[in-house]
Each structure stands twice: as C-alpha cells, then as structure tokens.
C-alpha cells in the first residue's frame, strides 16, 4: 500500500516551497517597480500626523497600506523610535492564539504559553517587533503585549497578575492611566482590540455578555520559566459577527469613524501610502463609555445605529 500519509507531507511541503518561492518573487517585483518609502518619511509623516516625543504609542498597522517600506518592519519600527524619541514608548500586540479564538486556546489542554519559545500569530510586523533590541514581552496566553522605552516594563509587567485580559492591571489599562494614543496605520477603526478595555472595566454593566460564563485557569511560563497561573475569561463566539471587526460591519467602523472624527478625537493623515489616524487613549474611552450609555457599542445593529444619528 502507498504511504499516503508521506506522500501528504511531501505535497505541503511542495505547496509551502512553491508559496515561499512566489513571495519572494512579488517582494523582488515591488522592490522594483514600487516608490520606497525611507524609515525617515515616516518619522517626518508620524510627526506630522500629531506623535511628539514623549509619546506612548499603541500600534495597530497595517504595513503594506504604507508603501513599499524600506527595511520592512525594522524600517517602520525605526520611524516609530525616531518619532516618539529616547523619552518615549512604543507598544505592539504580539498575541499569541494556536487555537486561533480565545476561547478555542482555552479549550487546548496541553498549552502552555512560553514566551522563550512562543512568537506571535499575528503576522510579520509582531513576529518582528519581538526581536527589537529592548523589547519587553507581558505574559499572558493569549493577548501578549510587547513595548519598547521608557515605559515599557510598566505596561507590561503584571498583564500575567491581572485579573482580566484587558482590564484593570492590564496593558490597555495603563497605557490610559498615562493617557498614550491608540495608533492606526492604514487601518480602519475596526481591528483596534482597545475597545475590549470598556467591557473587562464595566463589567456587568456592559449592555451585551460578550465574555462567556466560564473561567479558565491557563498556564504561562516566565522568562526564568516558572509557572503562572493566568484567569481568562473568552470573548463569546457568538457575538463576533456584530462586532466591529467583523468583514460585514462596514455600517459600525464607518459610523465610529465618522462619530470620533466629528468630536475632534480621531487625528487623521497621511503616513506613507496610506490614510492613519490616532486618538488619545483617556478621551477614547470616556467617549466609548459615553456612547455605550447612549446605546452605541462596537456590536451596535443598524437599527441602534440609526436611532443615534450624528450630528
């Protein structure tokens, strides 16, 4: 009998080469034919945009909407450093999810978050990120947060120690208590997981029960490789298709867009190729808590966005 299972390794491993060898084709193919965009632009363009030294910066990118960037991820982190100066910090979500869904992770009995060994499932700029000279990691088994500066170690330390995911004691909580901007490169309002901050802070209060009833005790190792125990409550999958997110709710990141954009808190200009934008992170939350009070969230339906108009 044939070895099928060897033959099936055989074919990914063929489908995998022929994938690498076609990236590499088209990466040669831009760095041809498309304008580069230096790491100096985009400093010169993040400075323009309204990020001053000193800044805390949450980063959620979108690298190809930039431009062809010379140096990459390397290239956009250096702007971001240059930008921000010695005084600053620069934020990144470096998650880590091989269940691919909170909740999914939870369920994996054998998982083990081990930052020594664990990079990110979110793409290249993350995986990247983890290697920037300096980078601090938190740990948590599913929403590690990596920073760079002067207050890196702060945002990150005690993500693990939380009690929530994005709650109190966590990256997003504090990098509000030092009032640091939510940054978007290329990106729409929708990929931003900064609005979960409301919902682990308000707790019952919160209009929809996002989070599912059951708690689970996850396993995380320290640098040292010492055991932590981590409570993680998931996100309930049945809400994602309301979300913001979510491919089919063009309806809620334009009407968020719009609604920031009116109040004067949504910064918006051009960085690269692309349109970004930034919000400083105290006057997002107030008016994320605002609207939740006025029957507007990220999961809002057309009919509850329609029954708020913006003036």
């Given amino acids: 009998m044939p070895n099928t299972s060897g033959l099936g390794r055989i074919k990914r491993f063929l489908k995998q080469k022929l994938q690498?060898?076609?990236?590499?084709?088209?990466?040669?193919?831009?760095?041809?034919?498309v304008e580069h965009i230096t790491a100096s632009q985009l400093a010169t363009d993040l400075r323009a945009l309204g990020i001053v030294p000193g800044d805390i910066v949450f980063l959620h990118s979108s690298?190809?909407?930039?431009?062809?960037?010379?140096?990459?991820?390397n290239g956009l982190f250096q702007a971001l450093t240059t930008a921000v100066g010695p005084e600053g910090t620069v934020v990144v979500p470096t998650y880590y999810l091989p269940g691919g869904t909170i909740h999914k992770t939870c369920q994996m009995t054998d998982y083990v978050f081990d930052p020594r060994?664990?990079?990110?499932?979110?793409?290249a700029v993350p995986d990247a990120f983890l290697k920037w000279p300096g980078v601090e990691r938190s740990l948590h088994p599913t929403h590690s947060v990596s920073a760079v500066g002067k207050h890196a170690r702060y945002i990150t330390a005690a993500h693990h120690e939380a009690p929530s995911i994005?709650?109190?004691g966590s990256p997003w909580d504090r990098v509000t208590e030092l009032n640091g901007k939510i940054l978007g490169l290329g990106i729409t309002m929708g990929p931003v997981t900064y609005y979960h901050l409301l919902e682990d802070r308000v707790g019952a209060e919160f209009p929809l029960p996002v989070r599912m009833g059951d708690e689970y005790k996850m396993t995380v190792l320290d640098?040292?490789?010492?055991?932590?125990?981590?409570p993680v409550?998931?996100?309930?999958?049945?809400?994602?298709?309301?979300?913001?997110?979510?491919?089919?709710?063009?309806?809620?990141?334009?009407?968020?867009?719009?609604?920031?954009?009116?109040r004067g808190l949504?910064?918006?200009g051009p960085v690269g190729k692309s349109t970004s934008w930034y919000i400083e992170s105290q006057a997002f939350y107030a008016h994320l808590e605002q609207l939740m009070r006025e029957g507007i969230t990220i999961y809002a339906t057309p009919e509850e966005l329609a029954a708020r108009p913006i003036e």
Avoid: C
């Avoid at 690498?20 to 034919?33: D, H, I, N």
């Avoid at 190809?64 to 960037?69: N, P, Y």
């Avoid at 309806?251 to 719009?258: A, H, I, L, S």
């Fill in 223 to 230: 640098f040292a490789g010492q055991s932590h125990i981590v």
């Fill in 233 to 262: 409550v998931p996100l309930d999958p049945v809400y994602m298709p309301r979300r913001i997110d979510h491919p089919s709710r063009n309806d809620v990141r334009d009407y968020f867009w719009t609604e920031f954009e009116a």
């Fill in 63 to 73: 690298l190809k909407s930039l431009g062809f960037v010379e140096g990459g991820p």
């Fill in 166 to 168: 994005f709650g109190k």
């Fill in 266 to 268: 949504l910064h918006k």
């Fill in 20 to 33: 690498s060898v076609q990236k590499a084709s088209r990466e040669k193919e831009l760095a041809r034919t």
């Fill in 117 to 123: 060994i664990h990079g990110s499932n979110l793409g």
